[in-house]
């Protein structure tokens, strides 16, 4: 799942389904797959326009552009979020859903790859039409959702009271009183225990099993890009293993303090002003300025396209640990595979939230709830081993992080095809 934020630059325009084939092609080139399995994988099985008409507050009718991309199935039902944002698009959920595909895969969990969206700012929405504007969306879609079939999720912008209204739809409409249709659900209707830290926390759990293999230090430095639900989970995990995050930036701006930034204070600072900028006893920075810092660990938590082939080579992190969504274009991939800085790619680290969201769906249709401590314990499990995997492997390739874990996935996903 990727953070709650606004975007960060202009290069987010990039578009990012033709940098989902671009990697796929790269995958491919460092080990071929058959031409057949490759067509089938360059389009999504479905693609779904909605129109959903809202009676706006005033009494005016409205209509919205929504979405949802159901791109692969062989493992399972399609699994991806929802995303409300005034410039989703299309190709963005194509490129989510791809990688949805493959991060499930990577993951091992028995779930294919989709994603939805509906083309709206949700804070020009007032509470009523946001609801009416959710339920319209189940309506649509109803027909190509259901547990066995599609399991939609929180993105960006959708909470789980939005979930919760949604699941609600689902039943009226359908009868289902499973509640698993929809992950990221209130814990009172079906809802998962250590959800809302499963992403930041599983980067964590990422990050730990190579630590040592990547000669990083005990203690660690770590800039942080994004400070909603992903990057505060991330940044809290850190510290309390020692770590020093030293910079924290949302939408608006950044703020860095080399012996260490508060993130308990930081966070109350955060809800309080909307902001981290200002913070006491910290130096302002821009988003540009956080990527480019001296730290042992850099982790782009926002959206997608914010390092480039522009500034990669400014780039002085010991490792990448993607949190967000295609945060790294292709063409800066090559700058930091060449300068030797190791990335932990989205699709595996980042895999922490559908992870969760997949013992949710389990717990949902075998009517049981797994305490936090159960939850954690088998995301840690399932982390550790898959990147040990995809680390081992690309020592066997010889070949970065991202291609490999690419080839496994397509090897998984060519064999449930098969």
Known sequence: MAEKIMPFSTNRMNNPF????????????????????????????????????????????KIFEGYRVQYNNARGPYKGGIRYHQDTEINE?????????????????????????????????????????????????????????DVPAPDVNTTPEIMGWMVDEYSKITGDKTNAT??????????????????????????????????????????????GNVGSNAAESFVADGHKVIAISNSKGGVVNENGLDIKALTEYYKTNGKVMDFPGAK???????????????????????????????????????????????????ILYSRGIPVIPDILANAGGVTVSTFEWMQNLANEHWTEAEVNEKLKKIMESETNIIYNRSKELNTDLRRTAFIVALERIEQATK
Not at 106 to 125: F, R, Y
């Open 18 to 61: 033709q940098n989902a084939l671009s990697q796929l092609a790269r995958a491919n080139a460092v080990k071929p797959f058959s031409s057949e399995f490759m067509a089938r994988l360059h389009q999504p099985n479905r693609e779904v326009h909605i129109s959903i008409p809202v009676k706006m507050d005033d009494g005016t009718l």
């Open 93 to 149: 959920v194509k490129a989510l859903a791809f990688w949805m595909a493959l991060k499930c895969a990577v993951a091992n969990i028995p779930m294919g790859g989709g994603k939805g969206g509906i083309t709206v700012d949700p804070k020009q929405l007032t509470k009523t039409e946001l609801e009416s504007l959710s339920r319209g969306w189940v309506k649509l879609m109803a027909p190509l959702i259901g547990p066995e079939v």
């Open 182 to 227: 929809f992950t990221g659900k209130p814990l009172e209707i079906g809802g998962s225990e250590g959800r809302g830290a499963a992403t930041g926390l599983g980067g964590f759990f990422s990050f730990k099993a190579i630590q040592e293999k990547l000669g990083l230090p005990a203690s660690c430095t770590v800039a942080i890009q994004g400070f």
């Open 284 to 334: 302002n920075i821009t988003n540009a300025e956080l990527l480019e810092l001296s730290c042992d660990v850099l982790v782009p938590g926002a959206f997608e396209n914010q390092i480039t082939d522009q500034n990669a080579k400014n780039v002085k992190a010991k490792l990448v640990l993607e949190l967000a969504n295609g945060p790294t274009t292709p063409e800066a991939d090559d």
